[in-house]
């Protein structure tokens, strides 16, 4: 009797472990509507609920979602900190943010950003993929300096920027920005050269750098750096 309890506890943990998948653990931030008038943009609410659309199609994600004068400071960093606590090392945590940028953070409805804050936040996640997703101008110059350098090195965040150093990162007359646009058409399938219905970092950077560049006659071009697998598995869709 003992040795058939032993067998059916032994199989019921293959079948966990067989069922277990890995999941995603998404914030999106969009923000349009800023404190005033003079730095409004058009569409970055809308680009924040588009990448979280795609994400919940897979239903292997966890998402939440902040837009204007929600996306405050310590919203965000509270909503990241709640989230990203559950995930396990197998499992990936992504923050995508649309809105301003300067050099060295993001700017929130209410006050900048610093990536080292955001590094500071991820520091403390245990799963082994995490992803900074940024749809805002001069995005790259997140990688400026070796303070920020190191903190990313001794965490192996990926980093996918909508914009080198010196660029904007150009909103367009549809629904999303272009950054944006490209980045839901790959995740959707388009970056998916193999056809193995998983879009791994290598693919979806080549996808969007390549439509993004050409679709802004060559004055916007994404970037993605970091320590990580070009291999590494973004989403199965």
């Not at 067989?18 to 609410?45: E, F, H, P």
């Not at 940028?101 to 700017?107: E, H, I, Y």
């Not at 920005?177 to 998983?198: C, H, P, Y």
Request: glycine share 6%.
């Amino acid at each position: 009797m003992l040795n058939m309890k032993k067998r059916l506890l032994l199989t019921w943990m293959i079948l966990c472990a067989i069922t277990l998948q890995a999941k995603t653990y998404l914030v999106c931030v969009g923000i349009a509507d800023y404190l005033g008038t003079k730095n409004d943009l058009r569409i970055s609410d809308n680009d924040a609920k588009t990448i979280a659309k795609v994400f919940l199609a897979t239903k292997d994600a966890s998402v939440k979602v902040l837009t204007n004068e929600d996306a405050t400071q310590s919203a965000l960093l509270s909503t990241m900190h709640t989230l990203f606590e559950d995930a396990h090392s197998d499992d990936a945590v992504v923050l995508y943010f649309s809105g301003h940028g300067t050099p060295g953070a993001l700017a929130c409805h209410d006050g900048l950003l610093t990536y080292q804050h955001i590094f500071k936040m991820l520091k403390g996640c245990k799963a082994n993929k995490k992803m900074i997703i940024a749809d805002a101008c001069f995005s790259g110059k997140m990688r400026t300096t070796r303070q920020q350098s190191n903190n990313y090195n001794s965490q192996n965040v990926m980093l996918f920027l909508s914009s080198r150093t010196n660029e904007t990162s150009q909103e367009t007359k549809f629904k999303n920005s272009l950054f944006t646009i490209f980045l839901e058409r790959g995740l959707r399938g388009g970056a998916d050269k193999n056809r193995d219905r998983q879009i791994t970092a290598r693919e979806i950077f080549d996808f969007v750098h390549d439509g993004v560049t050409e679709s802004s006659g060559n004055k916007q071009h994404p970037v993605m750096w970091g320590k990580f697998d070009n291999n590494m598995t973004i989403i199965k869709w």
